[in-house]
């Protein structure tokens, strides 16, 4: 087989004329917080250039600590690497506050991307805690109804404003936003679309409907969980390890390629060092082999982040969701 490209050498355009990597490495919690820190030095070595973050994850000094060396080392320049956080809803009212704890943490002047973690709002504190508010009997205390409720609007808002009146961020985006939810978004837009919406994307997760829809209104779909969350049910696919062999790749390879190929850019994350230094190549699966993969998910979807505050968003095949009303 002749050579086959990097991922790591393909970037993507967004519609605020910016260029986002194809290919990033997640830092979303692992057991051993502080172990992020060699992933994210490995990852840069290996010539990945997008770091994904967030306020919520609790890694962001971590991610900080890694980039301070990476710096010093002379191994990259801060405008060689695009760096993406996100506000969580507890901070809702206050995206600000996120951003500076963030830069703070991340020992940066600004970030490249802020997206709005979830289109809710939590009833927390002015310090965003606590983070998960929760009443006697565990449920989530909401500051606005998560299903009719227009406080992620006015927090998007709070956003445009950031970006407009500050230099913290260069661009702004959101995540978990299902087609419903969007059209609102867009429908109150004073200024600045958002450029990305981050989504549970995969083989068994197409989400075609919510890509196209995003791409209509020039916003770029970002797939995170690539390989299906834990336990990388997208990796113990059949098909996936038939194209691996074929093209002489890893699974994972497989698993980004069916994203980066379809202009999607993958946010695998491993705590495997080994695996995320040769995690990098691209093979060229046909649109054959493509459509192969996207019917599993037609077939048999399956959404694998069901957390409670991703209820009553109008997400489909959401585990546990008896909120949502509106699909698309």
């Known amino acids: 087989m002749s050579s086959i490209p990097l991922a790591t050498d393909i970037y993507f355009n967004l519609s605020n004329g910016q260029k986002i990597p194809a290919l990033g490495v997640g830092t979303s919690p692992p057991d051993n917080k502080p172990a992020v820190k060699e992933q994210v030095i490995t990852a840069v070595k290996a010539g990945y250039r997008q770091i994904d973050t967030a306020w919520y994850y609790g890694t962001e000094q971590y991610v900080g600590e890694a980039l301070k060396e990476l710096f010093e080392e002379g191994v990259v320049k801060r405008e060689e690497l695009y760096i993406v956080t996100k506000y969580w809803p507890s901070l809702y009212n206050n995206p600000e506050e996120s951003i500076n704890q963030s830069l703070k943490r991340l020992q940066l002047d600004y970030v490249d991307l802020l997206l709005q973690h979830y289109p809710v709002a939590f009833k927390s504190g002015p310090d965003g805690l606590p983070v998960v508010p929760l009443d006697e009997a ?30 913290k961020v260069k661009a702004i985006g959101i995540s978990n936003y299902s087609n419903p939810k969007l059209r609102k978004l867009l429908a109150a837009v004073k200024k600045h679309k958002p450029v990305v919406n981050q989504l549970e994307v995969h083989p068994l997760l197409p989400q075609q409907d919510i890509i196209d829809f995003n791409n209509q209104n020039g916003i770029r779909v970002a797939g995170f969980s690539p390989v299906g969350s834990g336990g990388a049910p997208v990796l113990k696919l ?10 002489n790749v890893s699974p994972n390879e497989v698993a980004n390629a069916y994203l980066i190929l379809q202009g999607v850019p993958s946010l695998p994350r491993t705590s495997n060092l080994e695996r995320i230094k040769t995690n990098i190549r691209l093979p060229p699966l046909t649109r054959e082999e493509r459509d192969q993969l996207y019917q599993l998910g037609v077939e048999n979807p399956e959404r694998f982040i069901n957390e ?21």
Do not use: C, M
């Open 138 to 167: 565990g449920n989530l205390i909401y500051d606005d109804d998560p299903v009719t409720g227009n406080k992620f609007i006015e927090s998007y808002h709070k956003l445009e404003d950031l970006l407009e009146n500050t230099t």
């Open 238 to 247: 059949p098909l996936v390890n038939q194209l691996a062999e074929k093209y």
């Open 308 to 328: 409670p505050w991703g209820r009553g968003l109008g997400l489909k095949w959401f585990k546990g969701d008896n909120l949502s009303v509106e699909f698309d």
